[in-house]
């Protein structure tokens, strides 16, 4: 049984960086498509990009260029690195994973909070 719990979450000042960490117990990272979403007051979930066993990534729009996202094998979690975060990326991110032959997630952990601040 996979689990995931993502950490890292905090307070930021515009322009600004952070690293979100997703910790991963069952399965190593290496086997699993992962992803990280957020979610703003008020709206709706949004995908904010994916790696998959392979390594490959692919990031909406909205964050590429600024965000990255990698992992440590050795850890067995995967990361999400935010740079020159702007107000609207304010939202709880929460990670998720699933098997990489699919492109369904169905397993998530807790989100977590981030606050970009001017």
């Known amino acids: 049984q996979v689990q995931l719990v993502a950490t890292g979450g905090g307070l930021v000042q515009a322009g600004g960086s952070l690293r979100l960490s997703c910790v991963v117990s069952g399965r190593t990272v290496s086997t699993l498509r992962m992803a990280w979403f957020r979610q703003a007051p008020g709206k709706e979930r949004e995908f904010v990009g994916r790696?998959?066993?392979?390594?490959?990534?692919y990031y909406a729009d909205s964050v590429k260029g600024r965000f990255t996202i990698s992992r440590d094998f050795a850890k067995n979690t995967m990361y999400l690195e935010m740079n020159i975060l702007k107000l609207e990326d304010t939202a709880v991110y929460s990670c998720?994973?699933?098997?990489?032959?699919?492109?369904?997630?169905?397993?998530w952990g807790q989100g977590t909070q981030v606050t970009v601040s001017s």
């Open positions: 998720a994973a699933g098997p990489d032959s699919s492109a369904v997630f169905n397993t």
């Open positions: 790696i998959r066993g392979s390594g490959d990534t």
